[in-house]
């Protein structure tokens, strides 16, 4: 059973950044797209960045300029630097990556951490 185990939340001013790591633990052959979610407190969860395995990118339009996604296929670890945070980013980020099986591709989610932004 794969799970994903995120790191790097925290809380911090605005204007500050914050480095969110998320890599998988057990056994998988290979993965495809890997990204953050982040559900804001009473908001339903939505996208926020995305990354192909061979680097294509893919931002929600309130965070470009100010996050960037990379993923270090080696280490099978995705990264999302958040830079001039915002009070708005306040929320739980989880990390999401697909998993290639023989018929379909399977979404796993990681627990989530939490990431705040006082004013």
């Known amino acids: 059973q794969v799970q994903l185990v995120e790191s790097g939340g925290g809380l911090v001013q605005a204007g500050g950044s914050l480095r969110l790591s998320c890599a998988p633990s057990g056994s998988f052959s290979r993965i495809d797209d890997m990204g953050w979610d982040r559900q804001l407190p009473g908001k339903q969860r939505e996208h926020v960045a995305s990354i192909s395995s061979g680097g294509v990118t893919n931002y929600t339009m309130s965070v470009k300029g100010r996050f960037t996604i990379s993923r270090d296929n080696a280490k099978n670890t995705v990264y999302l630097q958040m830079s001039g945070l915002r009070p708005e980013d306040t929320a739980v980020y989880y990390c999401?990556?697909?998993?290639?099986?023989?018929?379909?591709?399977?979404?796993?989610w990681g627990q989530g951490t939490q990431v705040t932004v006082s004013s």
């Open positions: 999401k990556a697909d998993f290639p099986g023989p018929w379909r591709s399977y979404t796993y």
